[in-house]
C-alpha cells in the first residue's frame, strides 16, 4: 500500500496544499512549527478519522475557516483509491459533511462505511497503524519504555492476539450468562407448576356450563317480553289515532257553531244600519230645502246672476284683487309718509347743527374782542415807557453840553488825562529833587562861610568867589520855589479834569443803559401791533363765517317745513284707502259663506247618493251571508251524526292499558338484561381463566424446552473458553519465537560490530539485552539513542511480523516516522539510514519520515519542504524530484 497524493484545504496551518508522494524514502523537512507533522496527521485523519489522531473535528479545521477539505489517493494491491472527507464548521461544532471513499469498483459514502472498509483493506484498525507503521512524535520510545504488561497488552493487541483473550472472555462471559439464564428458566418451571395446581381444572368447566344454560333460558324470556311489548304498542298508537280524530271533529263542530252565530249577529248589525241610513237620507232632504232659500236671498242681496260655484267664486277673485291693489297702494303711500318724515328729520337735524356752528363762530369773534382791546392796552404802555426813557437819555446828554468832551468820548479822555496827571507828577518831583539839592548847598555854603573856608576848595578863604556862587546858589532856590509852585499848582487842576472825565464816563454808561431798553420796549410793541392785526382779521373771518351759517340754518327749516306737510297730506289719503279696502273685506265675506252654504248643499246631496249605495251594498251583502248559513248548518248535521261517544270511550280504556303495561314491562326487561349480563360477565371470567390455564401449561412445555437447550449450549461454551485459552498460548508462544528473530536480525543490522550480542524476548514481552562478555542488561539501562534504535528495531520487527502474520499479499502500509532523530547523535543517525534502508529493502514500499536531519535528507529519494509564511501564518508544501542538500538548517 503507498499514499499517491495528498490535497489539502484549510487544514491546521495549510490553506490550500496539493502534492505528490512516490515509492521510496521521502523526507519531510522544514523549520519548528512549519507543519510537518500536520500533513502526516493529514494522511492518518483522511484513513481512520480525527479520534486516531486524538483531535477533534473543530481543532483540525484551519482557525477562521468554514471548511476543510482533505483528499488523499492511494494504491492497494494494484488498485487506486481516492478519500475524500469534507468538514463544515459553520454551526456551533464541526460536522463531517461528506466522507466517500471511491475505487475500482464502487464508491462508498459516510464515515461509518468508509472507515471499516479501510480497516479491512490494511487490516488494522487505527491504533494498530500507530503501533507499528506510524511513529509519531515524542512517542519512539512508548513501547519500550512500557511496563511489561502495557507492552504485552500492546503487542497482543498489535498481533491480534488480545482478540484471542477477548473471545475466549466473551465465551466465559456467555457460559455465565447461560448459566444465569438457566437458573432463572428454572425458577420459573417451578412457579408454573405451582399456577397449573392452583386451578381447579373440572369446576371451572362445570360452572362454564351452568352459567351458558342460564344464559339461554333469560335470552327467550327477553324475546317474549318484547314482543309483548311490540303488540302493547300498536294498540297505543290505534287508540291515539282515534282519539286524536275525535277531537278534531269536535272542535270543528265548535267551530261551525261559532261562525253561524257570528253570521246571524252581523246580519242583524247590517239591518239596523240600513234602517239608520234610511233615515238619515231623510233629514238630509230636509236640509237642502232650507238653504236652497237661503241662498237665493243672498244672491239677490248681492246682486248675483247665478248661483253656480264658479260664479262666486270669479266674483270672489275680483273682489280680492281689487283689495290686493289697495293695499299696495296703501303700502307705497306708507313708504312716502316715511320719506316725507326722514327728510323732515334730516333737515331740523341739519339747521340745529348750522345754527350751533354759527353760535360758536360767534363766541369766538367776542373772545377775540375782548383780546385786541387787551393788546392795545399793552402798546400804549410800551410805548409810553419808550417816551420816559428818552426823556432820560434827554437828561444825560445834557452833562455834556458845558463841559469839553463829546459824548461817546469819555473813555478816551479819561486815558489822555490820566497820562498828562503821571507826567505832571514826575516833573513836581523833579523840582522838589532839585531844589533839595540846591538848598543843602546853600547850607553847606553858609557852614563853611561860617567857618572862614571856602566853600568851593575848603581852603580858607580870603577873596570873593566864594560869596559869587552862594548868591547864585540862591537865586536858584527862589527860582526853582517859583517852579515848584507851578507844578502843583498844573497837578491840581488835571486831577479835577480827571475827576471831571469820570463823572462825564458815568452818564455815558447810563445812557447806554436807557438804550437798550428803548430797543427791547421797540421790539415789543412792534410783536404786538402784528398780533393785534392777526386778531382782527381773524374776528372778522369769525364774524361773517356766522353770518353764512345763520343763512343756510334757515334754509333747512324752511326744507323741514315742507316735508312735514307732505307727509300730513298723504296720511290722510292712507286714510281714505284703508276705509275703501275694508268695504272690500266685507264684500268677500259674504260672497265667501254664500259660496260656503252653495257647497254644503252640494256635499249633503253626496251625502245622500253614498247612503243610497251603502244600504243597496249591505243588502247584497247580507244576501250572501245568508246563503253560507244555510252550508254551514247543513255541515253540522252531518258532524253530529259522526260523533260516536261508545267508540271513543273503548279507546280510551285501551290507550290506559297499554300504557300501564308498556310501563310495567320496561321494568322487567331492563332486569332480565341486567341478569344476562352479570351471567355473560361472569362466564367471561370463567372463559379466561381456562385459557391462563392452557397458556400456563403452553409456557411450561417452552420452558422445558429452553432449559433442555440451555444445558447443552452451556457445555459447548465452557469447550469454546478453553479452546481460546490454550490457542492464546500457542500463538503468543509462536509469535514471541519469530519476533525475537526478527528482533535480532534489525538488531544485528543496525549494532553489527557492536558491543551487544543478542537480544532475548520472553513469553511475556520481557527484553534482556546480553552484551558480548554474556552479561544481561535491562534495556531501560541502554543509552538514550540506544533506546531510540532499539525502539526503532522493535518497530520493524513488528512491522515485519504483523506483515508476515497476515496471509496472502501482505498491505504493508507506508512506515511513517516522526522526527526519529531526536535523540540520535550523528553516527546513529547513520544506523538509522541503514535500518530504514533494511526496510525498503524488505519490501516496505513506501517510508514517509519527518526530520530535518541532513543525512536524512541525503538518504531520500524525494523530498517535500513545508514552508510557514509569519506573516498569514499559512504553511505551503514544495516537493523536489532531485535530492539535493539543504543550505542550512
Ligand atoms: N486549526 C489550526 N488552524 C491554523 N493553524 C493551526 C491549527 N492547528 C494548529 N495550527 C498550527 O499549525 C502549525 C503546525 O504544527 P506542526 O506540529 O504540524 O508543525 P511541525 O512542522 O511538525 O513542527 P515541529 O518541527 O516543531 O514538530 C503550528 O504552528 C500550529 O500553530
Ligand atoms: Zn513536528
Known amino acids: 500500500m503507498r499514499f499517491d497524493r495528498l490535497s489539502l484545504q484549510n487544514f491546521k496551518c495549510f490553506e490550500d496544499a496539493d502534492f505528490r508522494l512516490d515509492t521510496g524514502v521521502t523526507v519531510v523537512h522544514g523549520v519548528n512549527g512549519s507543519g510537518k507533522s500536520s500533513l502526516l496527521e493529514a494522511c492518518f485523519f483522511a484513513l481512520y478519522g480525527a479520534t486516531a489522531i486524538d483531535r477533534t473535528l473543530d481543532e483540525i479545521v484551519t482557525i477562521g475557516a468554514e471548511e476543510t ?37 464502487s464508491t462508498l459514502d459516510g464515515v461509518g462505511d468508509v472507515e471499516d472498509r479501510v480497516r479491512s483493506m490494511l487490516r488494522m484498525d487505527a491504533s494498530a497503524f500507530v503501533n507499528s507503521a506510524f511513529v509519531r512524535q515524542g512517542e519512539i520510545n512508548k513501547l519500550i519504555e512500557a511496563s511489561p504488561g502495557d507492552r504485552k497488552r500492546m503487542i497482543d493487541r498489535l498481533l491480534q492476539l488480545g482478540r484471542l483473550e477477548t473471545y475466549r472472555e466473551r465465551a466465559a462471559e456467555a457460559r455465565l450468562g447461560v448459566e444465569n439464564l438457566k437458573e432463572r428458566r428454572s425458577g420459573r418451571l417451578d412457579s408454573l407448576e405451582e399456577q397449573i395446581a392452583e386451578k381447579d381444572e373440572s ?28 303488540s302493547a304498542r300498536e294498540t297505543l298508537s290505534e287508540a291515539e289515532s282515534t282519539l286524536e280524530t275525535h277531537e278534531q271533529r269536535r272542535e270543528e263542530l265548535a267551530t261551525i257553531t261559532e261562525r253561524i252565530e257570528t253570521l246571524q249577529e252581523r ?24 238653504r236652497t232659500d237661503t241662498i237665493e236671498t243672498r244672491a239677490t242681496e248681492l246682486d248675483l246672476d247665478s248661483t253656480d260655484p264658479d260664479a262666486i267664486e270669479a266674483a270672489i277673485e275680483a273682489a280680492r284683487e281689487e283689495k290686493e291693489r289697495l293695499t299696495e297702494a296703501i303700502m307705497d303711500l306708507r313708504e312716502a309718509v316715511q320719506g316725507a318724515e326722514h327728510e323732515a328729520e334730516t333737515a331740523t337735524e341739519r339747521a340745529k347743527t348750522l345754527q350751533s356752528r354759527a353760535t360758536d363762530r360767534r363766541e369766538r369773534a367776542s373772545e377775540l374782542e375782548t383780546k385786541q382791546s387787551q393788546l392795545e392796552a399793552e402798546i400804549e404802555a410800551e410805548r409810553e415807557a419808550i417816551e420816559e426813557a428818552a426823556a432820560e437819555i434827554e437828561t444825560h446828554l445834557s452833562a455834556f453840553t458845558a463841559a469839553s468832551i463829546e459824548y461817546g468820548e469819555g473813555a478816551a479822555a479819561i486815558e489822555e488825562r490820566r497820562e498828562a496827571l503821571e507826567a505832571a507828577r514826575e516833573t513836581e518831583t523833579e523840582r522838589r529833587e532839585e531844589l533839595a539839592t540846591v538848598q543843602s548847598r546853600i547850607e553847606e555854603a553858609e557852614a563853611l562861610l561860617e567857618a572862614g573856608k571856602c566853600p568851593e576848595c575848603g581852603q580858607p ?5 566864594e560869596v559869587e556862587s552862594l548868591e547864585a546858589d540862591r537865586e536858584e532856590q527862589e527860582r526853582l520855589e517859583a517852579a515848584l509852585e507851578s507844578e502843583r499848582e498844573r497837578r491840581r487842576e488835571l486831577e479835577d479834569e480827571l475827576d471831571a472825565a469820570e463823572a462825564l464816563r458815568e452818564h455815558e454808561r447810563e445812557i447806554e443803559g436807557l438804550i437798550s431798553t428803548v430797543e427791547s420796549h421797540g421790539e415789543r410793541l412792534a410783536e404786538k401791533r402784528d398780533s393785534l392785526a392777526e386778531t382782527r382779521t381773524r374776528r372778522d373771518e369769525l364774524q361773517s363765517e356766522a ?13 323741514a317745513e315742507k316735508a312735514q306737510k307732505r ?118 371470567a370463567v372463559q379466561n381463566e381456562l385459557e391462563e390455564l392452557q397458556a400456563l401449561e403452553d409456557q411450561r412445555a417452552a420452558v422445558t424446552e429452553t432449559v433442555e437447550a440451555l444445558d447443552s449450549l452451556h457445555a459447548e461454551l465452557s469447550e469454546l473458553e478453553s479452546m481460546y485459552a490454550r490457542l492464546r498460548t500457542d500463538l503468543r508462544q509462536r509469535n514471541v519465537s519469530r519476533l525475537e528473530a526478527l528482533l535480532n536480525e534489525t538488531f544485528d543490522l543496525v549494532y553489527r560490530n557492536d558491543s551487544y550480542a543478542r537480544i532475548e524476548l520472553d513469553g511475556d514481552y520481557e527484553l534482556t539485552v546480553y552484551q558480548k562478555d554474556g552479561s544481561p542488561l535491562s534495556p531501560d539501562q541502554l543509552s538514550g539513542g540506544e533506546r531510540a534504535l532499539f525502539n526503532l528495531s522493535l518497530r520493524a520487527a513488528i512491522y515485519r511480523l504483523l506483515v508476515e502474520g497476515i496471509d496472502g499479499a501482505a ?4 512506515l511513517i516516522l516522526d522526527e526519529p532523530t531526536v535523540f540520535l547523535d550523528s553516527g546513529h543517525v547513520s544506523q538509522l539510514v541503514a535500518l530504514v534502508e533494511s526496510m525498503r529493502d524488505l519490501g516496505v514500499e513506501q517510508i514517509i519520515v519527518v526530520s530535518h536531519d541532513e543525512e536524512l535528507i541525503g538518504a531520500a529519494d524525494d523530498l517535500v519542504r513545508v514552508e510557514k509564511d509569519p506573516t498569514t501564518n499559512r504553511s505551503t508544501v514544495e516537493t523536489d524530484g532531485f535530492v539535493l542538500p539543504e543550505a542550512d538548517d
Open 203 to 230: 369446576t371451572l368447566y362445570e360452572r362454564a356450563n351452568a352459567l351458558e344454560s342460564a344464559i339461554g333460558d333469560l335470552e327467550s324470556e327477553i324475546e317474549q317480553l318484547e314482543s309483548g311489548r311490540e
Open 811 to 814: 498491505p504493508m502500509p507506508p
Open 461 to 465: 578863604v580870603d577873596g570873593a568867589p
Open 267 to 290: 246580519i242583524a248589525e247590517d239591518e239596523r244600519r240600513r234602517q239608520e241610513l234610511a233615515e238619515t237620507i231623510t233629514d238630509r232632504r230636509q236640509e237642502i230645502e232650507t
Open 567 to 684: 307727509a300730513a297730506e298723504t296720511r290722510e289719503k292712507i286714510g281714505e284707502h284703508n276705509q275703501e279696502r275694508s268695504e272690500y273685506a266685507d264684500h268677500i265675506e259674504a260672497l265667501e259663506s254664500l259660496l260656503e252654504t252653495v257647497e254644503a248643499v252640494e256635499s249633503l246631496r253626496e251625502e245622500i247618493e253614498r247612503a243610497q249605495e251603502t244600504r243597496e251594498s249591505i243588502d247584497d251583502r247580507n244576501d250572501e251571508r245568508r246563503e253560507t248559513l244555510t252550508e254551514l248548518r247543513e255541515r253540522k248535521r252531518t258532524l253530529d251524526e259522526q260523533i260516536d261517544d261508545e267508540r271513543v270511550e273503548q279507546a280510551r280504556q285501551n290507550r290506559e292499558d297499554a300504557t300501564d303495561y308498556l310501563e310495567q314491562v320496561e321494568t322487567e326487561l331492563a332486569e332480565k338484561r341486567e341478569q344476562h349480563d352479570e351471567h355473560r360477565s361472569e362466564l367471561g
Open 547 to 559: 353770518t353764512d351759517l345763520e343763512d343756510e340754518a334757515a334754509k333747512a327749516e324752511k326744507t
Open 69 to 105: 477539505t482533505v483528499d488523499l489517493w492511494f494504491t492497494h494491491e494494484g488498485e487506486s483509491y481516492h478519500l475524500h472527507r469534507r468538514i463544515r464548521a459553520t454551526g456551533e461544532r464541526a460536522v463531517t459533511a461528506d466522507c466517500t471513499l471511491e475505487g475500482p469498483n
